[in-house]
Nanobody, 124 residues
């Protein structure tokens, strides 16, 4: 069965950090571009970041630029999202997904597989 499994969410104070992980089962994660998305209560799902299969190209949404870093370890079949200087507005359910890629660039669209999500809550 093809699966993406997120972990690393939790409750953190404003200004704190979390590192999310996205692990794959049933397929080789290193063959795919992977993206992170989030959905806050009452809001639409938005793209946060993506990374190509090689790790050579990354993309960030406006809310993530300068604070979040996406990376991957294909030997461990895992993609990471390091989130620093978290704000209450970052609260939401964070998903990883297989995303569209072409010419060694990734895009926060063309989803072919979703994970189940991990909850991030930023609150004092």
């Amino acid at each position: 069965q093809l699966q993406l499994v997120e972990s690393g969410g939790g409750l953190v104070q404003p200004g704190g950090s979390l590192r999310l992980s996205c692990a794959a089962s049933g397929f080789t994660l290193g063959s795919y571009a992977i993206g992170w998305f989030r959905q806050a209560p009452g809001k639409e799902r938005e793209g946060v970041s993506c990374i190509t299969s090689s790790g050579g190209h990354t993309k960030y949404g406006d809310s993530a630029k300068g604070r979040f870093t996406i990376s991957r370890d294909n030997a461990k079949n895992t993609v990471y999202l390091q989130m620093n200087n978290l704000e209450p507005e970052d609260t939401g359910l964070y998903y990883c997904a297989r995303v569209y890629t072409i010419q060694d660039m990734c895009y926060l669209t063309g989803i072919s597989l979703w994970g189940q999500g991990t909850q991030v809550t930023v609150s004092s």
